[in-house]
């Protein structure tokens, strides 16, 4: 992830064919609905998806809010948050968190608030859909926001973290970067890659209150960005962007607390490369769990014991382009969508739900700057 003053989402010619092929409006058809986190000031893109033929067809915005990181929705998917990655918003120096209606595949915004500070590139909802909790890269802080009909409150609660890591370059302060629930919704999670660590929080979830626990020690200088939960209810992946590695995780029920089972490394020993592994997707049966590494710019797979949680490698596979910032699996499970960001494009591979394994060529559709894939 980088600092705000450093990025230059520049409108492309892929941009540019995007919009041109943009339908006028957002009636419903027999597809599937897309939307695609954008970091330019467009924010949030519509697409439709035939899952049996793999096609993304461009529809057009879905919503102007400026830099949106990240994109999530509501069990029931009839409401939408996003966290939108800006320097100021309502005239303070923060980034902003927005929830939208979704209807007829259309977004209608609801409210916005500001986050704690400035940057914010994630938000997560609890499992009752009562608390967003938004993390800000720039300004290394969290923040809770209560949910009532979609809307959201001010800030309940938020946190700026003082602590940073060896990596002069990319630790020189706290960045938190991602937020998670734990299964049964009592704890909550802020993986702070500045800090080396994964603060530890209790949730009251009727007022979206957090109370800090502890926290996990990550390797110095390993840079945790991303926290996910392995449906065997007690193992959990904390994907380190710095180093490249991948902390296998024991979690424990009782206080929420998280320790190291082993570390696996992504990288083949000797590579000296650009490397910065970004985000983490388990199948629904959670027999394959991939990571994405930006730099090589490829996918890991990996095959998963379904009771253990431990992992074997079983491929790696090209995204389709630069910095694969985010990728899904649609809700077939044959096809993986990744989200190119410095190709502006959004490839996408065959997948064999049997064997986990991608196909080797893709297709790729124009997508500007994206960010954050979500089906509705």
């Known amino acids: 992830m980088e600092n705000l003053s450093r990025r230059d989402f520049l409108i492309t010619a892929s941009a540019a064919t995007l919009a041109a092929a943009a339908a006028p409006s957002f009636a419903a058809s ?18 439709d998806w035939g899952p049996a033929t793999a096609e993304l067809t461009p529809v057009g915005v879905a919503a102007k809010l400026a830099n949106v990181d990240w994109i999530t929705l509501s069990s029931d998917r009839r409401l939408l948050y996003a966290a939108s990655e800006v320097d100021s918003f309502n005239g303070k120096p923060t980034g902003a968190v927005a929830s939208f209606l979704v209807a007829g595949g259309a977004l209608t915004q609801i409210s916005a608030q500001n986050s704690a500070s400035a940057g914010t590139c994630h938000v997560a909802l609890d499992h009752t859909g009562r608390v967003l909790l938004a993390a800000d890269y720039g300004g290394g802080s969290a923040s809770s926001f209560l949910v009532t009909n979609g809307k959201l409150s001010s800030a309940v609660w938020n946190e700026h973290y003082k602590v940073h890591g060896p990596n002069t370059d990319r630790q020189q302060s706290a960045h938190a970067h991602f937020a998670s629930f734990s299964p049964d919704n009592r704890f909550a999670y802020v993986n702070d890659l500045g800090g080396d660590c994964i603060h530890i929080y209790s949730l009251n979830a009727a007022t979206a209150a957090l109370t800090p626990l502890a926290a996990y020690q990550a390797k110095p ?9 392995h ?16 902390d296998v995780l024991e ?6 607390s998280l320790t190291l089972v082993t ?6 020993a000797g590579y000296t490369g650009d490397t910065h592994a970004c985000d983490t997707v388990i199948s629904k049966d959670g027999k394959w769990v991939y990571f994405a590494n930006r730099g090589n710019n490829s996918i890991y797979l990996f095959h998963a014991d379904e009771k253990t949680g431990s992992l074997t490698p079983s491929g790696r596979f090209d995204c389709g382009g630069k910095t694969p910032r985010n990728f899904v699996l649609d809700p077939t499970e044959r096809w993986m969508l990744v989200a190119n960001q410095d190709s502006n494009l959004i490839s996408v591979f065959a997948r064999n739900p049997e064997t986990g394994v991608l196909a080797k060529e893709g297709k790729s559709y124009a997508a500007a700057a994206p960010m954050c894939i979500l089906f509705v």
Not at 221 to 229: I, V, Y
Not at 251 to 256: L, V
Not at 263 to 268: E, M, N, S, T, V
């Open 221 to 229: 200088g390993a840079g945790p960005r991303t926290l996910h939960f």
């Open 30 to 47: 027999h597809s599937q609905r897309v939307f695609v986190g954008s970091g330019t000031p467009d924010g949030i893109l519509a697409y």
């Open 263 to 268: 570390r696996i490394a992504l990288l083949p």
């Open 231 to 246: 449906p065997n209810g007690h193992t959990a992946y904390s994907i380190n962007e710095l180093d490249s590695t991948v």
């Open 251 to 256: 979690w424990h029920k009782a206080d929420g």
